[in-house]
């Protein structure tokens, strides 16, 4: 693994197992275009909060979105978070407690979150957030009204101040410690679609979509 | 679903779709227990950060571990912290973009984090950790040294002040648009276990645990 760029910022630079990150826009966008499920870290009087969220990329920026009335998207806009992208590819079995690990690819980003105020704007994202992971649903839905739109705030963040730290492979045990006969391993875990679950109330006749069938992230 | 227990404070009380959440102690159990997967929010310098690692619960205590030196564990000790378990189950696809939704099972815990200082509860509760998830394997392993546990930090939180947030089924729809030939319904996502992948290190004729060949969370 090659680390051509370096941290961004001091609180992007990894302090635990350093040669694990990667600071490349390339690298922090393959994370998150690899699921939209995410987590953003945000704060209120001095207090952490963790909520999860689907985000999606466009370019060099990130978005995300919720009720107007939500507490993170509001505690939020304007406000400094930080937004992660976790993947858990396998746990990782060692010869001892100590090197147990995890495999998995993590995308951390840190930032001022900015409303996206300009209709015309949000609409645009919307509609790429809806075609990012299903091609053509957006246009064979019933059109969001004015005051849904008013309803849903959306969320921005320049991509500008990041790191990935990615695990794989095999345990990496003491080296004494292979000469016991222990199993090690990976147990590899990945996100499964199952077949869809069609609505009960589909008209009779309406056909399920390729973006429905075809359905994969990234 | 009921709501027998209220909320234990305000910042746990759910602003957004309240009918989904759940405050007793069964509910949150069952979300922390069906995954160990997590991210912990913490505070440094007054900005938000959101770590992935791994969860374990103890009675009404959640516990996890880290490296000394990790920078989210020092700046958890002794402050205020949000772990958040969120197990993501279907994409839920509506007639309008409005209704689209996750299922999900989420669980939010707020408190003060207290580092695990005695050795031996240490000891305990990282035996309890890898017991839970791979029952046997403590007593098969290269025992902990005296370094290792040392160079480990364990970090607890009663479970005090949580929210549990539950969506399943299919697409809240408006009423009028029940009537379009739009295909809705529910893309189901699980978590899957692939075949382990032993370590090429292995001793010859070490054979497979139960607990990797049956290995499942919860």
Avoid at 5 to 10: F, L
Avoid at 83 to 109: C, I, P, Q
Avoid at 124 to 150: I, N, S
Wanted: proline residues 8%; contains cysteine.
């Amino acid at each position: 693994m090659t680390q051509n760029t370096p941290a961004p910022t001091d609180r992007t630079r990894l302090r635990r197992m350093h040669e694990r990150g990667q600071y490349d826009a390339d690298s922090i966008h393959s994370i998150l275009d690899a699921t939209p499920i995410c987590t953003v870290a945000y704060v209120i009087d001095g207090k952490p909060y963790a909520t999860p969220t689907i985000q999606w990329r466009e370019g060099n920026h990130v978005y995300w979105h919720g009720s107007s009335a939500s507490r993170m998207l509001k505690a939020s806009a304007g406000h400094e978070v930080c937004l992660n992208v976790t993947l858990t590819d396998g746990f990782v079995m060692a010869r001892s407690a100590m090197h147990h690990s995890v495999n998995y690819r993590s995308a951390m980003l840190f930032g001022t979150a900015h409303k996206v105020e300009d209709p015309d704007e949000k609409a645009a994202r919307l509609k790429a957030f809806v075609e990012g992971l299903f091609p053509g649903r957006w246009d064979m839905l019933r059109p969001p009204t004015t005051q849904e739109m008013k309803a849903t705030t959306v969320l921005g963040m320049e991509i500008d101040e990041a790191a990935a730290k990615v695990r794989t492979g095999p345990p990496g045990d003491d080296e004494a410690d292979y000469a016991l006969p222990i199993w090690a391993g990976v147990l590899p875990i990945r996100s499964e679609f199952l077949p869809p679950d069609p609505d009960p109330r589909n008209l009779a006749g309406v056909k399920m979509p390729d973006h429905i069938r075809n359905f994969q992230f990234g």
